[in-house]
Structure formats: structure tokens, C-alpha cells
């Protein structure tokens, strides 16, 4: 099966990623009008899948979870949420609007971190973060989608979701690279190697054009010289006697 593109987010900030391809046997049909989008009947079975037209779980509660973060800035277990406030805390006094939601249930793909986190911060606004048992997920306007990605790649302890935002959030206040200063700093130093070559090369192409002018001694002055040698040489011994 081919993959099949799936667009997810508020109008004017689509994001889009593949989906992967999956077992027929338990691939979700879009749901009939008027039929619950959370299941759907294949062969006799029903299937828990995707509602159509979206990437986010059928099993995650996005409107509870949306209802905790607009009132808290934080949506997980209870004996995290106290954890998870002081984390919201640690960044709002850094200058930065973080919500943390914590997944218990493993996701079957890593985009659904992000896709979650992309479906709330669309209503609740902020940097949303969203951390599961086997990846991370976020969304927002303070920081780049470079340094979005790293910072979810940074060893994160998963294990310990509050200790994992905490990280994730230092790693995101640190000091990073500004890549459009090296790109443009790059391109400056491109810029004069190829002036400073083409200078060296233009004086190369001079001083050839010199030497090639320069006029070859000529022949006729070389053979009185040789002549005049050999004279001289002849009229020695007779001075001499």
C-alpha cells in the first residue's frame, strides 16, 4: 500500500507527513455519516482507529486534556500534575508559556506526539509539549523546528515524564546556533576566495603576456660576438712574439 498523505492542524498552519503503510487487516475505514468516527466495522471486527481526516488517536482525549491545560498548563497523572506545575513554573520564569501533557498509553507511531501537540497549542496557544512512554512531541512559536527535534532527541528520561520536561525545556532555553548567521558568514567567506582566485588568476594571465612579449636576443649580434672572440684569439700569440 502506498503512503498516503494526512494534513493535520488550524487552517494556515498545515502540517503534513506520511502515514505508514499498515496491516489491512486492522486499517480503519472513514466512519459513515452518523456512525461514532472512534470505531469502525471491518470483517465483523470492530476496530479502535483514527477518526478520518485527522492523525490523533482515537484514544487520547483531546478535549479533556485541552480543558486541563486552559486551566492548569498541565494534563497527566495526578501524582505528576504537582511536578509537571513546577516545570510550567521553571519556564515561565525563564519567559516562556509551556503546557505539558503526559500520555500513559505507548502510541503506535512517534508522529502522534507531535500531532497531539499540534491539535492543542492551535486552541490553548503557548509551547505545548507532549511526552509519552517511547517519544515526545511538541509545538510552538518560541522555538525553531530544529531545535524542537534536537531537544526531543537529548537523551530524555521518559521514564520520569516531570524530570523529561524539565530537560527539554533547559535544553530549549540553552544557548543555540543561529544558523542564518553561519549560512550568511559562509557565504561572505565563498564569496571573497572566489574574488581573491580570480585576482591571482588575472595576474598570473599578465605576467605570462609579459614574458611572451619579451624579444629573443638576436642571431646575426650572437655570431659577431663569437666572431670577434675567435679573432682575438688568433692575435694573441702573434703580439706576443
Known sequence: MSPEPIVVGRVGTSVTHLAEPEDPAATTTPAAPGEDPASSNTGGTTVVGIPYGASVPAGVDI??????????????????????????????????????????????????????????????????LVLGPNSVGSQGPDFSRVDQEEAAANNLTLTNPPQAARQMVDYLDGPTLDWTAITLVLMV?????????????????????????????????????SNGAERDSVESPVDAS
Open 189 to 225: 567567506v565563498v564569496f571573497i576566495g572566489a574574488v581573491i582566485a580570480r585576482i591571482l588568476g588575472r595576474r598570473r594571465a599578465q605576467d605570462g603576456d609579459k614574458s611572451s612579449a619579451t624579444p629573443a636576443p638576436r642571431k646575426d649580434t650572437a655570431d659577431e660576438a
Open 63 to 128: 478535549e479533556k486534556i485541552r480543558k486541563d491545560l486552559l486551566t492548569t498548563g498541565v494534563s497527566g497523572p495526578a501524582d505528576q500534575v504537582s511536578q509537571l506545575k513546577e516545570v510550567v513554573a521553571h519556564a515561565k520564569s525563564k519567559g516562556h508559556d509551556i503546557k505539558i501533557v503526559v500520555l500513559t498509553e505507548k502510541q503506535p507511531k512517534f508522529t502522534y506526539y507531535r500531532d497531539v501537540a499540534i491539535e492543542l497549542q492551535s486552541s490553548t496557544g503557548g509551547n505545548v
